[in-house]
């Protein structure tokens, strides 16, 4: 099993920057490759941005690319979405997502997910 903690969620000003981290713990994290997601009020969730067990392969979502980007830290089994040049249209909670092997951007493929945490972006 996985545990996935999300903090750094808030409210920021269109065009601010927040960084979200997700801590898991629970067995072997350097194996899985990570996701986060999110869902907006009334809609599915949608894929984020993830990033493979070593760093090196990495995948963002059409609307994020150019703001968002996806690190880990393996020795502090953490990883971290920096968010730059925040939209209303991000507004949603986000979630963090772990899976064993490559990465995916299909939500279904994730086993292991975190309890969200929330950004609000205002005009």
């Known amino acids: 099993q996985v545990q996935l903690v999300e903090s750094g969620g808030g409210l920021v000003q269109a065009g601010g920057s927040l960084r979200l981290s997700c801590v898991a713990s629970?067995?072997?994290?350097?194996?899985?490759?990570m996701g986060w997601f999110r869902q907006a009020p009334g809609k599915e969730h949608e894929f984020v941005a993830a990033i493979s067990w070593s760093g090196d392969s990495t995948s963002f979502a059409d609307s994020v690319k150019g703001r968002f980007t996806i690190s880990r830290d393996n020795s502090k089994n953490t990883v971290y979405l920096q968010m730059n040049s925040l939209k209303p249209e991000d507004t949603a909670v986000y979630y963090c997502a772990a899976r064993w092997g490559r990465v995916v951007t299909d939500r279904a493929l994730y086993p292991y997910w975190g309890q969200g945490t929330q950004v609000t972006v205002s005009s």
């Open positions: 629970g067995r072997t994290f350097n194996s899985d490759a």
